[in-house]
């Protein structure tokens, strides 16, 4: 019985905590695992984000800084096209013009009386005027085509002063006047009325300063010319004078003895020079003279381009 009451009532026994399990012991190595994924993650979409940010056409770019404003490119300026005004089309004559055919630029214009004051140059290398049919055609305020002047002379890049001589024409300096550069082809020069005589001859006198060159014709087709020339002493230098003299006898030497000649008399000298084609005659080609047209050219292109050049030109009917 004693025993009996030395022992406990297993009820009345309260449960005794002999330790503790922590769980966020066990959670740490769970977390360190996640953040360094969620870092390789971060680490692999960086490339990915940072493309987006910079392309303005992604979702991303348009969220953070709005759709782009469409701006249109810039077309680079060609500058060098635009610096001439087209010389094929009617401009204004004036100094701050500049127009551009092919390759023969004319700039600043100015206008007094009869004679077009100008400057000329080639855009690119070498053109020789003379060569080719071009033309400085002049309109007036009301449209009119008052004439025109034929283009001469050597060009290169250099730019030179050109006074161009617009024969017929006295410019009114209250009135403005326009121009564009014309080539024209023997279809183009205008029809002439020559003064023919029964079998078909007529001859047209040009005269400008101290030269008269007679063009023979027969059916409107050149078969003759008779050019003279004559220089004063006292309009030269004695240097001037004799190079001038020297440059004809030269002259008169490559055309033939039996075709020019060169004269000093009391005064100065004269050079003539009669080519006859009928007699099968050519021009050598180290004679240089672009008032001296092939064998059977037409009366209206040389009557044109005489004209245009300045010469006071008049028809005749005196036979060859």
């Not at 810039?74 to 551009?100: C, H, Q, R, Y």
């Amino acid at each position: 019985m004693g025993e009996n009451n030395n022992q406990q009532d297993p009820r009345l026994i309260q449960p005794e905590i002999i330790g503790e399990l922590r769980k966020d012991k066990i959670g740490k190595p769970i977390l360190v695992i996640e953040l360094f994924l969620l870092f390789g993650i971060v680490l692999a979409a960086l490339p990915l984000i940072n493309n987006q940010l910079n392309d303005e056409q992604s979702q991303l770019y348009k969220l953070i800084h709005g759709a782009p404003v469409d701006i249109a490119p810039t077309i680079p300026v060609d500058t060098k096209k635009e610096e001439f005004l087209d010389g094929s089309k009617v401009n204004l004559l004036a100094f701050d013009t500049k127009m551009k055919y092919e390759n023969i630029v004319i700039q600043n214009f100015e206008l007094s009386n009869g004679i077009i004051s100008c400057v000329m140059y080639a855009y690119n290398g070498i053109i020789d005027l003379d060569k080719k049919d071009l033309y400085l055609e002049i309109t007036s305020t009301s449209d009119q085509v008052l004439g025109a002047i034929k283009l001469v002379g050597t060009f290169d890049n250099v730019e030179q002063h050109v006074k161009l001589e617009a024969y017929g024409i006295q410019f009114n300096p209250n009135l403005s006047y326009s121009g564009k550069i014309v080539e024209m082809t023997d279809d183009d020069f205008p029809q002439i009325e020559l003064n023919e005589d029964t079998n078909g001859f007529a001859t047209l006198t040009c005269t400008k300063d101290n030269r008269s060159i007679q063009y023979y014709f027969q059916n409107k087709f050149l078969i003759k010319i008779d050019d003279t020339v004559y220089h004063a002493i006292s309009d030269y230098t004695d240097d001037e004078y004799l190079n001038l003299l020297k440059e004809y006898q030269e002259k008169a030497s490559k055309l033939g003895a039996t075709v020019a000649s060169v004269n000093e008399v009391m005064n100065g000298f004269q050079y003539r020079a009669i080519i006859d084609y009928d007699t099968k005659y050519v021009i050598p080609d180290s004679v240089v003279d672009y008032n001296y047209y092939p064998e059977n050219a037409l009366a209206k292109k040389i009557a044109y381009a005489q004209k245009s050049k300045g010469f006071d030109c008049k028809w005749f009917t005196t036979s060859v």
